[in-house]
Every structure is written in structure tokens, then in C-alpha cells.
């Protein structure tokens, strides 16, 4: 059984986001969720699947250069 996560963020025009996720923040290994994530100037919308019981994640989107 899978839940969704939906994450909001605001975006730049013609800027790329990279979207990541991580089970524990003190670990520091990170996930790529999407890639390439093309920003819109405005709000953009994300929703990711995980297992109902997997533990609490956290996420980072990042600007690309």
C-alpha cells in the first residue's frame, strides 16, 4: 500500500529544479525524486508515492546551475 506526498514550490522561468528525498537528514544520502524539473515562474506542483510504512522522509528541492 502506497501513500502521496505533494509538495508546492515557487519556481523561475527557464530554471531546472531537482527534486530529492531522504529517510534521515543525519545520513545524508539524498534520492532524486524527479530531474530536470522545469520552473514556470510560478507555483509548480510535485506529488511523490511511498510506502505507507516506510519512515519520515524529508525533501529538498534544488536550483540547477
Not at 11 to 32: C, F, H, I, K, P
Not at 36 to 63: C, D, E, H, I, M
Amino acid at each position: 500500500v502506497r501513500t502521496n506526498v505533494t509538495l508546492k514550490f515557487s519556481t523561475v522561468s527557464n530554471q531546472l529544479y531537482l527534486v530529492e528525498r531522504s529517510d534521515d537528514l543525519v545520513a545524508g544520502s539524498w534520492t532524486a525524486v524527479t530531474n530536470s524539473l522545469a520552473g514556470n515562474g510560478a507555483l509548480v506542483t510535485l506529488t511523490n508515492s511511498v510506502p505507507r510504512n516506510s519512515p519520515k522522509g524529508f525533501y529538498r528541492v534544488r536550483q540547477l546551475p
